[in-house]
Protein backbone atom coordinates (compact mmCIF):
# COMPACT_ATOMS: atom_id res chain seq x y z
CA UNK A 1 0.00 0.00 0.00
CA UNK A 2 1.60 3.31 -0.95
CA UNK A 3 1.27 6.82 1.16
CA UNK A 4 -1.63 8.06 -0.98
CA UNK A 5 -3.60 5.11 -1.06
CA UNK A 6 -3.65 4.95 2.64
CA UNK A 7 -5.63 8.09 3.05
CA UNK A 8 -8.62 6.18 1.60
CA UNK A 9 -8.18 3.60 4.20
CA UNK A 10 -10.54 3.77 8.11
CA UNK A 11 -8.43 3.85 10.42
CA UNK A 12 -10.03 4.39 13.95
CA UNK A 13 -8.92 6.24 16.51
CA UNK A 14 -8.03 3.98 18.54
CA UNK A 15 -6.04 2.24 16.30
CA UNK A 16 -3.98 4.68 15.79
CA UNK A 17 -3.34 5.46 19.19
CA UNK A 18 -2.23 1.71 19.81
CA UNK A 19 -0.30 2.14 16.61
CA UNK A 20 2.13 5.56 18.29
CA UNK A 21 1.95 3.57 21.84
CA UNK A 22 3.68 0.70 20.41
CA UNK A 23 5.81 3.00 18.22
CA UNK A 24 6.98 5.21 21.57
CA UNK A 25 7.34 1.63 23.49
CA UNK A 26 9.85 0.69 21.08
CA UNK A 27 11.65 3.90 20.73
CA UNK A 28 12.30 4.30 24.00
CA UNK A 29 14.83 1.26 23.78
CA UNK A 30 17.31 3.27 21.84
CA UNK A 31 15.94 6.85 23.37
CA UNK A 32 15.79 6.47 27.26
CA UNK A 33 15.26 10.90 27.10
CA UNK A 34 12.64 10.68 24.73
CA UNK A 35 9.85 13.43 25.08
CA UNK A 36 6.62 12.39 23.59
CA UNK A 37 3.66 15.12 23.47
CA UNK A 38 0.72 13.96 26.03
CA UNK A 39 -2.62 15.53 25.95
CA UNK A 40 -5.01 14.84 28.89
CA UNK A 41 -8.47 16.04 27.68
CA UNK A 42 -9.43 17.30 24.84
CA UNK A 43 -7.63 21.16 24.78
CA UNK A 44 -4.43 20.91 23.56
CA UNK A 45 -3.28 23.97 25.76
CA UNK A 46 -4.50 24.85 29.16
CA UNK A 47 -2.50 27.93 29.95
CA UNK A 48 -2.27 31.41 29.19
CA UNK A 49 1.00 31.27 26.99
CA UNK A 50 0.40 27.58 25.42
CA UNK A 51 -3.53 29.08 24.37
CA UNK A 52 -1.75 32.42 23.26
CA UNK A 53 1.15 30.23 20.61
CA UNK A 54 -1.31 28.55 19.18
CA UNK A 55 -4.15 31.34 18.73
CA UNK A 56 -0.90 32.84 16.89
CA UNK A 57 -0.72 30.08 14.36
CA UNK A 58 -4.28 29.78 13.87
CA UNK A 59 -4.30 33.84 12.85
CA UNK A 60 -2.56 33.57 9.66
CA UNK A 61 -4.02 32.89 6.77
CA UNK A 62 -0.78 31.48 5.71
CA UNK A 63 -2.00 28.63 8.46
CA UNK A 64 -5.46 28.80 9.18
CA UNK A 65 -6.76 26.19 6.25
CA UNK A 66 -3.74 23.40 7.22
CA UNK A 67 -3.25 24.03 10.81
CA UNK A 68 -5.97 22.14 11.67
CA UNK A 69 -4.78 18.84 10.16
CA UNK A 70 -2.80 18.62 12.86
CA UNK A 71 -4.83 18.80 15.82
CA UNK A 72 -6.14 15.00 15.68
CA UNK A 73 -2.37 13.51 15.24
CA UNK A 74 -1.31 15.58 18.24
CA UNK A 75 -4.49 14.38 20.61
CA UNK A 76 -3.75 11.12 19.36
CA UNK A 77 -0.40 10.59 20.57
CA UNK A 78 1.14 10.77 17.10
CA UNK A 79 3.93 13.29 18.29
CA UNK A 80 6.53 10.69 19.67
CA UNK A 81 8.98 13.05 20.44
CA UNK A 82 9.36 16.79 20.70
CA UNK A 83 12.64 19.02 21.79
CA UNK A 84 12.61 22.55 21.71
CA UNK A 85 16.29 23.81 22.03
CA UNK A 86 17.58 27.64 21.00
CA UNK A 87 16.12 28.26 18.00
CA UNK A 88 15.25 25.11 16.61
CA UNK A 89 12.61 22.10 17.09
CA UNK A 90 13.30 18.48 16.74
CA UNK A 91 10.25 16.28 16.50
CA UNK A 92 9.24 12.45 15.65
CA UNK A 93 5.68 12.14 13.94
CA UNK A 94 4.06 8.70 13.90
CA UNK A 95 2.25 8.47 10.47
CA UNK A 96 1.16 6.25 8.55
CA UNK A 97 4.35 4.28 7.83
CA UNK A 98 5.91 2.04 10.48
CA UNK A 99 8.45 3.94 10.90
CA UNK A 100 7.98 7.83 12.28
CA UNK A 101 8.14 10.71 10.27
CA UNK A 102 11.59 13.57 11.53
CA UNK A 103 10.46 17.17 11.74
CA UNK A 104 12.94 20.08 11.93
CA UNK A 105 11.67 23.33 12.49
CA UNK A 106 13.64 26.63 13.13
CA UNK A 107 12.13 29.34 14.32
CA UNK A 108 14.02 33.27 13.89
CA UNK A 109 15.07 34.86 16.72
CA UNK A 110 13.41 37.65 17.71
CA UNK A 111 15.00 40.72 16.24
CA UNK A 112 16.78 43.64 18.64
CA UNK A 113 14.70 46.28 17.90
CA UNK A 114 11.06 44.13 18.90
CA UNK A 115 12.94 43.11 21.65
CA UNK A 116 14.27 46.37 23.13
CA UNK A 117 10.22 47.61 22.25
CA UNK A 118 8.98 44.82 24.63
CA UNK A 119 11.58 45.89 27.27
CA UNK A 120 10.82 49.14 27.37
CA UNK A 121 6.99 48.90 27.34
CA UNK A 122 7.06 45.99 30.19
CA UNK A 123 9.20 48.87 32.02
CA UNK A 124 8.05 48.15 35.93
CA UNK A 125 4.88 46.44 34.62
CA UNK A 126 6.52 43.09 35.36
CA UNK A 127 7.31 42.19 39.10
CA UNK A 128 8.43 38.45 38.96
CA UNK A 129 9.85 35.59 36.93
CA UNK A 130 7.04 33.62 38.87
CA UNK A 131 4.07 36.62 37.63
CA UNK A 132 5.65 36.06 33.58
CA UNK A 133 5.07 32.36 33.97
CA UNK A 134 1.88 31.90 35.43
CA UNK A 135 1.03 34.41 32.49
CA UNK A 136 -0.69 36.70 34.88
CA UNK A 137 0.46 40.56 34.07
CA UNK A 138 -1.52 43.45 32.72
CA UNK A 139 -4.13 42.84 30.01
CA UNK A 140 -2.19 45.81 27.79
CA UNK A 141 0.72 43.13 28.08
CA UNK A 142 -0.99 40.63 26.60
CA UNK A 143 -1.75 42.26 23.20
CA UNK A 144 2.13 43.62 23.37
CA UNK A 145 2.97 39.56 23.74
CA UNK A 146 0.44 38.73 21.06
CA UNK A 147 0.70 41.30 18.31
CA UNK A 148 1.32 39.73 14.95
CA UNK A 149 4.09 40.99 13.06
CA UNK A 150 5.64 42.69 16.44
CA UNK A 151 4.87 40.78 19.18
CA UNK A 152 6.60 37.43 21.03
CA UNK A 153 5.14 35.06 18.72
CA UNK A 154 6.62 34.04 15.24
CA UNK A 155 5.02 34.62 12.17
CA UNK A 156 4.97 32.10 9.51
CA UNK A 157 7.71 34.00 7.76
CA UNK A 158 9.88 33.26 10.91
CA UNK A 159 9.09 29.59 10.68
CA UNK A 160 11.36 27.14 8.70
CA UNK A 161 10.27 23.31 8.75
CA UNK A 162 11.59 19.84 6.68
CA UNK A 163 9.62 16.74 7.33
CA UNK A 164 10.23 13.12 5.98
CA UNK A 165 7.39 12.49 5.16
CA UNK A 166 6.32 12.22 1.13
CA UNK A 167 3.44 14.98 1.20
CA UNK A 168 4.34 17.81 -0.68
CA UNK A 169 1.80 20.55 1.24
CA UNK A 170 4.17 23.06 2.42
CA UNK A 171 2.64 22.44 5.97
CA UNK A 172 1.64 18.61 6.44
CA UNK A 173 0.14 17.13 9.26
CA UNK A 174 3.15 16.09 10.57
CA UNK A 175 4.67 19.80 11.13
CA UNK A 176 1.23 21.05 12.26
CA UNK A 177 1.04 18.38 14.79
CA UNK A 178 4.64 19.39 16.36
CA UNK A 179 3.26 22.94 16.11
CA UNK A 180 0.29 22.09 18.15
CA UNK A 181 2.61 20.34 20.37
CA UNK A 182 4.67 23.54 21.21
CA UNK A 183 1.54 25.08 22.62
CA UNK A 184 1.50 21.87 24.68
CA UNK A 185 4.62 22.11 25.71
CA UNK A 186 4.68 25.76 26.10
CA UNK A 187 1.71 24.77 29.16
CA UNK A 188 4.70 22.91 31.22
CA UNK A 189 7.55 25.46 30.82
CA UNK A 190 6.68 28.82 28.99
CA UNK A 191 10.28 29.80 29.47
CA UNK A 192 10.74 27.35 26.51
CA UNK A 193 9.41 30.10 24.43
CA UNK A 194 12.25 33.05 25.30
CA UNK A 195 14.74 30.06 24.24
CA UNK A 196 13.18 29.61 20.98
CA UNK A 197 13.18 32.49 19.96
CA UNK A 198 16.93 33.13 21.44
CA UNK A 199 15.42 35.63 23.94
CA UNK A 200 17.04 36.78 27.56
CA UNK A 201 14.34 36.54 29.53
CA UNK A 202 16.21 37.64 32.19
CA UNK A 203 17.01 40.75 31.54
CA UNK A 204 13.18 41.74 30.77
CA UNK A 205 12.61 40.46 34.70
CA UNK A 206 16.03 42.20 36.02
CA UNK A 207 14.84 45.48 34.13
CA UNK A 208 11.32 46.06 35.26
CA UNK A 209 12.59 45.42 39.03
CA UNK A 210 15.53 47.70 38.54
CA UNK A 211 13.86 49.97 37.23
CA UNK A 212 10.92 50.00 39.73
CA UNK A 213 12.87 49.73 42.75
CA UNK A 214 14.73 52.97 41.44
CA UNK A 215 11.77 54.72 41.48
CA UNK A 216 10.90 53.75 45.04
CA UNK A 217 14.50 54.66 46.42
CA UNK A 218 13.59 58.04 44.80
CA UNK A 219 10.34 58.53 47.00
CA UNK A 220 12.01 57.24 49.40
CA UNK A 221 14.27 60.36 49.59
CA UNK A 222 11.04 62.86 49.39
CA UNK A 223 8.72 63.82 52.59
CA UNK A 224 5.41 62.25 52.29
CA UNK A 225 2.84 64.68 54.05
CA UNK A 226 1.22 61.77 55.80
CA UNK A 227 4.71 61.29 58.13
CA UNK A 228 4.28 63.05 61.35
CA UNK A 229 6.91 64.96 62.32
CA UNK A 230 8.88 65.37 65.69
CA UNK A 231 6.76 68.03 66.94
CA UNK A 232 3.31 65.93 66.01
CA UNK A 233 4.80 62.83 68.13
CA UNK A 234 5.88 65.04 71.23
CA UNK A 235 1.81 66.37 70.93
CA UNK A 236 0.16 63.13 70.71
CA UNK A 237 2.61 60.89 72.79
CA UNK A 238 4.06 63.36 75.47
CA UNK A 239 7.89 62.50 73.89
Same mark, same amino acid.
Given at each position: ???? #?????? @????????????????????????????????????????????????????????????????????????? $???????? $???????????????? #????????????????????????? @????????????????????????????????????????????????????????????????????????????????????????????????? #??????????
Amino acid at each position: MSYY #DYDYVH @VSVAQKKEKARKSLDKLKQTMPDIEPVVIEGTAIAKTWWGKAWNKNLESYADYRNRIGRGRSYVREGAVLHLK $LEKGTIHA $LVQGSTAKPYRVEIGI #DPLDEKTWKQITALCNRRIESLEQL @VSGKFPKELESLFTTQQEGLFPAPKEIHFHCSCPDSARLCKHVAAVLYGVGARLDQNPMLLFSLRKMPVEELIKKSIADKMESMLKNADKKSPRVIG #DDQVHDLFGV
